[in-house]
């Protein structure tokens, strides 16, 4: 994948974070996959296609992920439940949403997000995927984001 | 979901595993997602979207997954490592891609696959959505497929 590609999803992340939950993120260095093994408890994947095929990842810390659902939500969430699921689910549509915009040229249309539970719980790519993760901090902690994108033929009618 | 929309993925699941890697898979009863709770340890994960969006979970033992390599890749396959990954994706992207042949009036294009490891491990789906599941036993053991669809809204822009 070109790096260039992630940058949309950098954007939309930081644009969520600010507008949606009133949260400063700000992105560390673009990372190969193989540099980090996150510790994370919870991650949004939504799959994109059109004449690219990809996938987004949003992985958050349970406290993380518990803030986002009380900032969403006007709520005081306390546990992994199925609001936490539908708050991060929602974030990482909304990532994948407003990127596929700027990626025009590709028409990718979205999935349903899953939501991903469980501690040591990891989202592997094919081998021959390279995805590329760009870890940010938030005013609530840390999480980090992940994008798989390769363009598609077009003999395979994808 | 309509019950109808799971039976091409069934087939499709049924299919892949005979002529890809000669094993006989039965499917059991239909059943909501909140009756199960898999102790499988590893899930391939493959959006759809176009005029439907979904996602398609194809959840494996470790035995299974293990054994499902070894026929696919005529090697011995002994942990869950890259090849494992990449066997476990492939089978998810042929359900996925034979299914939607056969819902073609959505117009449906697949995302890369994503497979899940780690030991309780939960792939959860937005609360509007309930996903249909449907466990198997194969010669090999147990498995489960599990399809959320719904359809999009055609403002949406899919």
């Known amino acids: 994948m070109r790096a260039e590609h992630v ?11 600010r507008t949606m939950l009133n949260c400063r993120a700000t992105r560390g260095p673009l990372r190969l996959k193989q540099d980090i093994f996150p510790p994370f408890e919870i991650s949004g994947v939504v799959g994109l296609s059109g ?10 810390s349970e406290a993380v992920a518990l803030r986002a659902t009380s900032a969403m939500l006007m709520m005081d969430a ?3 439940d199925s609001d936490v699921i539908d708050a991060v689910g929602e974030i990482t549509n909304m ?23 469980g501690r040591g719980h990891e989202v592997r ?7 590329l993760c760009v870890p940010f901090e938030t005013d609530w902690g840390a999480l980090h984001l992940e994008v798989g994108l390769t363009e598609v033929a ?4 994808a």
């Open 154 to 157: 077009v003999s395979a009618g």
């Open 7 to 17: 940058n949309p999803f950098v954007k939309a992340l930081v644009t969520t974070f």
């Open 125 to 131: 790519f094919p081998s021959n995927v390279t995805p």
């Open 78 to 80: 306390t546990e992994i």
């Open 95 to 117: 990532v994948a949403g407003s990127a596929k915009a700027e990626l025009y040229e590709y028409e990718l249309s979205i999935s349903l997000p899953s939501v991903i539970t």
């Open 51 to 60: 004449k690219a095929a990809g996938t987004v990842v949003v992985s958050l």
